[in-house]
């Protein structure tokens, strides 16, 4: 511990909290043989260099982690949305990962036209909430959080109750926590959503919108991400607060999941191949939550 004290401030910050977490070179194979893998990407659909090269990489990182379906966390599709801005933006770079029958479940950003929830590649099947138990122990639970009408409060209440999953995962594109400086947490959200996660036992939160990652310490027993940097990037757009567990703003990023079990292993990885964090959560249980 004591090289620590050498380390300027704000990367003592970055370290977390857990000696699991750890950056490092590259992708980490899977922990388990049966576990359920999936990729997450935000804030993706630029179509330019940068969009590419973090495609290319994450198609990589499946030959070391395959897994069976990507999470798209909204602003899927930037500017126009013509047949040809879906193949730039979407098709071609994610194309090895298509082709290889990788499933994309898409959520819907404040960039998306609402008629991508019928564009077949992003799986919405026409609609802009929805939920899907992809095998065994987990569901998830896809969210409009441009337009949280009670309908869609009344259906996300009604699924959860509704379901026995261990893991409930919910994703969507604006995020409850965030230390952005340009956006910061969207507070009309939490009142609303946070009181369903907590009494329905959702373990964990993946939003975009904020062009960067960060993992959020635990908030009433859920554990939260941000990963909105998959093409968008807004170097130095977090401003470090007590509730970053970890964050990074220098490239794009996408993530790894895997779950084991009561255990989530989850990797960042960068444009680069770099892993800028890694770690295991634990599902907690709700008599275990502590409200902060
Ligand atoms: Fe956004």
Not at 71 to 77: P, V
Request: charged share 25%.
């Amino acid at each position: 511990m004591r090289a620590l004290r050498l380390l300027p401030p704000a990367l003592l910050l970055c370290l977390g909290t857990a000696a699991a977490e750890q950056a490092g070179k590259g992708t980490l194979p899977p922990q388990a043989a049966d576990s359920l893998r999936f990729a997450v990407i935000g804030d993706s659909g630029t179509g330019d260099r940068a969009a590419y090269e973090l495609a290319a990489q994450l198609a990589k990182s499946r030959d070391i982690f395959p897994f069976d379906f990507a999470l798209m966390l909204g602003d899927n599709m930037y500017g126009r949305e013509r047949p040809r801005d879906f193949e730039k933006k979407f098709e071609r770079p994610y194309k090895p990962l298509i082709d290889a029958g990788v499933k994309f479940h898409a959520s819907l950003g404040n960039h998306d036209d609402p008629n991508q929830v019928s564009y077949k590649l992003f799986n919405m099947d026409g609609r802009r909430y929805y939920s899907f138990k992809p095998r065994g122990g987990a569901r998830f639970f896809a969210l409009d959080s441009n337009y949280m009408d009670p309908p869609q409060l009344e259906w996300l209440e009604k699924e959860l109750a509704a379901s026995g999953s261990d893991w409930k995962i919910c994703f969507f594109h604006h995020p409850l926590y965030s230390s952005g400086e340009r956006h910061g947490p969207s507070l009309q959200l939490r009142a609303v959503l946070e009181p369903l996660f907590v009494k329905h036992g959702v373990s964990l939160v993946l939003s975009g919108h904020e062009h960067f990652y960060e993992r959020i310490k635990p908030r009433r027993g859920i554990h939260y991400f941000i990963a909105g940097s998959s093409a968008k990037l807004r170097r130095n757009g977090i401003k470090r607060t007590e509730i970053t567990a970890r964050g990074y703003d220098q490239d794009r990023v996408f993530m790894l999941m895997e779950i084991a079990g009561e255990e989530l292993h989850f990797q960042a990885i960068t444009r680069t191949g770099e892993r800028i964090d890694s770690g295991t959560l634990k599902r907690i249980e709700r008599k275990d939550a502590a409200v902060p």
